[in-house]
């Protein structure tokens, strides 16, 4: 068949599925075009689909013009984009991600999750350590600048307590820590990409550091204001930072050991199998955020009040991860 | 094609979709509009919200971080694969198989994006445009997409409206397409290239012009026959 032939056989197909397209796609779904017409058409569409996927095929093998098989490249693109595209309802996959994927993803990584802990909490013990016998060295990991801004935020003189409070600021600080704690949870994985390295540096660094400062501020006294203080966030806020890394480290390992796949393969398989954690680590940071902003700093609870809450928030986190959604769909 | 960027998907209707590769240069000028979208729209909030004291400080932080870690996230998600940047240039993200890019996609490929900005301006990220297959960046890699120029929608040209010349002269398959498709861009090219290009045939054929020429592919394309 001659081009012309074709082309003036195949034009109103072409023009149908054109239609279609747009009617389906989402442009058109946001307009709340005709319900009914789209419940007519999608039954239809994938027929029509495979039609114009047909004469793509056919202009190729005959030769005709560039014009016309680009085109129908286009159609076809179009259609493909649309047929396959993934169509997940946001709630309910959220409700599915809090109640099953979440724990069920933390369980399966657990070896990642196990290691990542231990690279955080172990440098933060040792330092601790340390510090207790030799309280010098806390001037070995932080400037003597940092240091006594610490002490400037946790002096029981003050009558608020965190990072640098004058008024009822409360909402700042929530943007603050948001801003703050979730660059720091996305940069402990991202930097996983590098073998792992980047993920283990910012997990070791952050262990240091929390050590070191705890110690440093028991040392000197401060313990009845700081560690009230750190007990509320403190669950949702060393869990995330753990998980980031955790799924920081799943990346890299993806890369140093790909097994049977290519090595970029095995990564984005990695990665993707982490992705619940990635969103969950958010979420956690966010919670904490608030917490932290608006419980952690404040001075009204009795001690014990803030210990009791801060305790049953790890025991809660616990059994969350360990209990929840073992029956589930993965 | 050796020297080609075509990415190819294939499909289960087992025909291969073809798109354009988006290279560095187009990437890069993409990236440069959404930053300065995003910073002059940042720094007018925090203008705006400089008035509202602490708490307007605190939500300054909050849409900070949203700009810096979900403004492509969020575009990407809901518009299409583009960015205002992309999209400016013609540009859209999509998954290696060719299907929209989704939360998961677009989250992995922007929060690795923090990799790619090293060790400074973007040092591996356009280290591995340049040298990955399909001008992925690290965090394209990562997540399995890849950007590529979108085709949109391309109208047919208009028709080769010539008068039929017959050509008894036997060409291959490649030859006749060549001159289908000379007749079919005749009408998006001024005369002097149209001439210029068919007098690349002027040592095969005696006292060729354009117009012949496109009559020739009208004749090729078998116009004015019955079907």
Known sequence: MKQDAFERKYRPVWEKF???VSILSHDHRRLRVDRDLRLAIAPQFPALYRQVCHHLALARTRQYSVALQQRLNALALDGHRHLYQSRASLVGAFGQFLTSSLPSTFRKQWRFMLVSAAVFYLPAIAIAIAIAFKPELVFSLLEPAEVAQME?????????????????????????????????????????????????????????????????????????????FVAGHSAFELTAIMIFGGVGLMIGYGGIAPGRKKRWHAIRDQATAGMPLVYG???????AAFIEAFWSSSTWPPLTVKYGVGLSLWVALAL??????????? | MLLDTTLNIGTPEGVELKLPAAGLAPRSLAWLIDALIKYVTIFVVMIVLSLFGKVGGGLTMVILFIALWFYNVLFEVFNNGATPGKRAL????????????DWSGSLIRNLIRFVDVLPGCYAFGCMSVLLSKNFQRLGDLAAGTFVVHDPGKRPLPK?????????????????????????????????????????????????LDAERLRGHASWLAGSGRSA
């Open chain 1, 18 to 20: 054109e239609h279609w």
């Open chain 1, 320 to 330: 969350y991860f360990m209990l929840l959604g073992r029956n589930g769909p993965e």
């Open chain 2, 159 to 207: 028709p080769n409206d010539a008068q039929p010349v017959p050509l008894l002269l036997p060409l291959t398959l490649a030859e006749q397409h060549a001159i289908v498709s000379f007749g079919e861009r005749a009408s998006m090219l001024n005369r002097e290239r149209s001439e210029e290009l068919a007098a690349i045939l002027s040592p095969v054929f005696a006292d």
């Open chain 1, 281 to 287: 680590g958010a979420l956690m940071l966010v919670v």
């Open chain 2, 90 to 101: 013609g540009l859209r993200v999509m998954n290696t198989n060719g299907t929209p890019v």
């Open chain 1, 152 to 228: 400037s935020m946790y002096d029981p003189a003050n009558s608020v307590l965190g990072r640098e409070r004058e008024s009822d600021t409360d909402v700042y600080m929530f943007g603050f820590y948001i801003y703050n704690n979730v660059s720091i949870g996305f940069q402990t994985y991202a930097g996983g990409l590098v073998f792992g390295l980047g993920s283990l540096f910012y997990l070791i660094f952050n262990g240091l550091v929390l050590g070191a400062v705890a110690m440093h501020l028991t040392l000197i006294g401060f313990s009845e204001t700081f560690w009230p």
